[in-house]
């Protein structure tokens, strides 16, 4: 039974955060190979000396954004246990073959196989994130492609979920069943569980090896998971069930683009709980997102000294030629 001040379910995912090396590199991939839209160019309002960058779909929208704390020459992280092991984008669901051919053109090793009956494609960064394009997007998909770089019936639509690696399955599935989260599968020593109507952006994969080293952060690894509240009012609700659970998560932090808390599932994986508002249109419309470098009001002050200290980045990687948009060429 629920009672007036529970929280609503939540949505599925927010947004993905993870480390990279070199930015400009990050960026000829996220939004040169892979079309994502630059929706936010700011910095890691912690340590404003570093970029913050956002990729999405056109507008931004909560569900689609992948994050970058870019520090130039970091040292590399190792994969392991109590890390996200994967983040899977979704995709057209009979683009495979044409992103295999169009990350093959650009020098990109995948792999191609199929997981709960429905194909995929492995690769990594540069700076060894591994990466996931499902091929999950069927029918009238609502969320909106970007479509400058790489056409709309083949552009990556968001997220499709993530893969948390874990020594022990039953702790996690125990923090994830209050988060609202359900079992729905099992294959192997991969186990599933969903949130809301279970589609693209609301999976969460629990791969257990509990003989595998455990994860140690850095360049190549995935910070922090963030998933969706409503609103301020709902992520209150939720940071109190969450505090009853033991999660201890944090108090509330602004980010400007949306308000958080943070908190570790008993496994080691960091998670964040984020509001959907107010968005990226808070500070720049929409159709100019990610062209200037955007500061909160407490470090506008300091803009002068802030763009002195982070490397140039340059100009968004240029459209491609028509056989390139379209898989061909070399």
Do not use: C
Not at 274 to 296: I, S, Y
Request: net charge negative; proline share 8%.
């Amino acid at each position: 039974m629920t009672s007036k001040n529970d929280p609503r379910p939540m949505a599925g995912i927010h947004h993905v955060t993870a480390i990279a090396g070199d930015p400009r590199r990050n960026l000829d991939l996220y939004a040169g190979v892979l079309g994502l839209r630059l929706v936010k160019k700011t910095v890691n309002f912690d340590d404003p000396s570093t970029y913050h960058l956002y990729y999405g779909d056109a507008e931004g929208s909560p569900g689609s954004i992948m994050t970058f704390f870019p520090w130039p020459g970091a040292r590399r992280g190792r994969h392991g246990v109590g890390q996200t092991a994967a983040t899977a984008f979704a995709v057209p669901v009979d683009s495979i073959g044409w992103w295999r051919d169009r990350l093959q053109a650009s020098g990109i090793a995948s792999d191609e196989s199929e997981r709960f009956g429905g194909p995929l494609l492995t690769l990594r960064d540069a700076d060894g994130l591994v990466l996931e394009l499902v091929g999950s997007v069927t029918g009238d998909d609502p969320r909106p492609p970007w479509d400058r770089v790489v056409p709309s019936d083949h552009a990556i639509r968001g997220f499709d979920g993530v893969t948390l690696q874990e020594a022990d399955e039953e702790p996690t599935a125990a923090a994830l069943e209050v988060m609202g989260f359900r079992r729905l599968a099992e294959d192997g020593r991969r186990v599933r569980f969903v949130t809301g109507d279970g589609g693209s952006g609301a999976r969460v994969d629990v791969l257990v090896t509990p003989d595998a080293a455990r994860g140690l952060g850095g360049a190549g690894t995935v910070h922090h998971v963030a998933f969706r509240a409503v609103d301020d009012a709902d992520q209150l609700a939720w940071r109190s069930r969450l505090a009853r659970a033991m999660l201890q998560p944090t108090d509330v932090k602004d980010r400007n683009y949306f308000h958080s808390i943070y908190y570790r599932e008993p496994g080691g994986v960091l998670f964040e709980l984020a509001t959907d508002p107010p968005g990226f249109t808070v500070d720049e419309p929409l159709d100019a997102l990610g062209e200037t470098l955007r500061l909160p009001p407490w470090l506008e002050p300091a803009r002068a000294r802030i763009e002195a200290v982070l490397p140039p980045l340059g100009d968004l990687p240029a459209a491609p030629s028509e056989a390139e948009a379209t898989g061909g060429g070399t």
